[in-house]
């Protein structure tokens, strides 16, 4: 079964929403090295910064491990 969040198709890769989300916060993390800056400019709490950083799907609870 393939991974929901990408897809290859040729030599594009396409990716859902969400994956594009946390790629894109993830460049903006590391462009200006401050977590707190960088959820200020993408205009979302420091809680959902940490949230699309996480390595664990968003959803799923600390009581799922």
């Given amino acids: 079964r393939q991974d929901p969040g ?3 198709e040729g030599k594009k890769e396409i990716v859902s929403l ?3 989300k946390k790629r894109y916060t993830r460049e ?3 462009r200006v ?4 800056q960088a959820a200020h400019l993408l ?3 420091r809680t959902n910064l940490y949230r699309l950083l ?3 799907p968003i959803g799923e609870s600390e009581d799922n491990e």
Avoid: R
């Fill in 33 to 36: 090295h401050n977590k707190a």
């Fill in 6 to 8: 990408t897809l290859e």
């Fill in 54 to 56: 996480s390595k664990k």
């Fill in 43 to 45: 205009g979302i709490s």
């Fill in 28 to 30: 903006v993390v590391d």
């Fill in 18 to 20: 969400l994956e594009m």
